[in-house]
């Protein structure tokens, strides 16, 4: 009997509170590469806007997009400090 009341007490996550932070700070840097490509477009669906080539929606957006996915990796993966 004290073994079912051990398992109902000790109910964990998968991951440590502290990867959830993580997870969720890649979660925001992704979705701000992702606000970095918006906009560019023609009022005229008839003229061609040539703005939608900026440095910042070609090269800045998709490495900041890139960069979240590797820290939502390294989010996931790391392993907590023991705490001594």
Do not use: H
Not at 1 to 23: D, T
Not at 36 to 55: H, V
């Amino acid at each position: 009997m004290a073994k079912k009341e051990l398992a109902k007490e000790k109910k964990e996550f998968a991951l440590p509170p502290e990867n959830y932070k993580y997870i969720a700070i890649g979660f925001a840097i992704i979705v701000a590469g992702f606000l970095l490509m918006l906009g560019g477009k023609s009022d005229n669906p008839d003229e061609f806007s040539r703005e939608i080539f900026s440095f910042r929606r070609i090269t800045l957006a998709p490495v900041v997009v890139v960069a979240g996915f590797v820290f939502e990796i390294w989010a996931i993966m790391r392993k907590p400090r023991r705490q001594e």
